[in-house]
């Protein structure tokens, strides 16, 4: 999965008053909803911009924020530069061509581009990018909000509100019938390719009842003992998602929710097509069972 980068290890602590360095990472988001990253890329290869290869005026202009460790190389978010001239003027290193562009998580991932630690940190980034653009005011009174000076939250100085960093909780849910499982692909997407039934925790549920409705509006199947396998943060949707396998009870017809879904039925453990990559909990627990070991 995306987040298995051993022997390296994410260290997402806060560190107080952590300026960027020579090594240091740079992330420079930009483009629709701020989810492209600047970097180089060379056929699969990819190249995070360095603290030394950022031009001197964006070094003195620019705000770093600090993100997390993988081991000791630091990663940054870089606000408040020129974004024109970021992708210009950043340096190229020794033995790379082209130019620095910007890239969604999804192309990089489309063209198997980038290490898995290079491809856990930019969704890692992403999400915590997102928070700071999204609180940059509180959502009580309105006023500009400052960084907490002793850990990861964002404080409004006028009504004293603190806004910590969320996880918005999602299952993901096979569904089994002795050598079977139901595969579902998702409506609207191209090149969508087969997963399991997913859906958000609504408030005031578990989570083993967001199992059972999402299997029940998706595929309108009842489903009975439902265990946990393991969980996968997800920062592309701000999730951590959590991976259930439950045995159908009663009818085995499908009733698809065209809304969401373009196809779900049932195959047999041989019949089941894994994705292109291994990052996702979802073609984990597809392979589990397909191997037969769930
Ligand atoms: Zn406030």
Redesign the pocket.
Known sequence: MIQDIMPKKLFNEYHVGETPRNGSVVLFFHGKEHRRLLALKREKEIHFPLWEEIPAKIQEDGHFQYLFSIDSRRFFLLTGADEEKMAAESVIPEGWSGAYAYYTLFDLRAGHAGTKPQMFAFMTALQLAGWYRDNRF?G????PTVHSDRERALC?P????VIYPRVVPAVIVAVTNGDMIVLTRYAGRLGSQYALIAGFTEIGETLEETVAREVMEEVGLKVKNIRYYKSQPWGVADDILAGFYCEVDGSKEITLDRNELKEARWFRREDIQLQSDDFSLTNEMMMEFKEGRQ
Do not use: E, L, W
Request: aromatic share 0%; charged share 20%.
């Open positions: 509180c009580t009174c309105g006023s409004c006028k009504c004293g509100r």
